[in-house]
Nanobody
Framework: QVQMVESGGGSVRPGGSLTLSCATT????????VGWFRQGPGKEREWVAI???????DYADSVKGRFTISKDAARNTLYLQMKTLEEEDTAMYYC??????????????????WGHGTQVTVSS
């Protein structure tokens, strides 16, 4: 079974930075697709960043240039580095993953395994 456990959320001021971590067992599988999604207050869940098994990443326009998705398979950890945070980034952040994926797409239905989320609050 695949485990997904997020950590690293918290409260920061606008312009600040946070790095989220996701401890996961997904990296022992092949053809993986991993990603980060978020759901802000009163908003629908939206994708933030995805990475395919080759390490190619894609980002939502709202975070491009500010967020970076990365992985450390040796440490079984997925990361989301967030810089220049804005109040609009306030949300519950979820890591997601699946294996045996031939096309890694920024769609929630692609991902079978999800964490329980970690809260990020950006406020002055």
């Amino acid at each position: 079974q695949v485990q997904m456990v997020e950590s690293g959320g918290g409260s920061v001021r606008p312009g600040g930075s946070l790095t989220l971590s996701c401890a996961t067992t997904i990296f022992k599988f092949s053809n993986i697709c991993v990603g980060w999604f978020r759901q802000g207050p009163g908003k629908e869940r939206e994708w933030v960043a995805i990475m395919d098994t080759k390490g190619s990443a894609d980002y939502a326009d709202s975070v491009k240039g500010r967020f970076t998705i990365s992985k450390d398979a040796a440490r079984n950890t997925l990361y989301l580095q967030m810089k220049t945070l804005e109040e609009e980034d306030t949300a519950m952040y979820y890591c997601a993953a699946d294996f045996g994926v031939w096309q890694c797409r920024p769609t929630a239905s692609v991902f079978k395994y999800w964490g329980h989320g970690t809260q990020v609050t950006v406020s002055s």
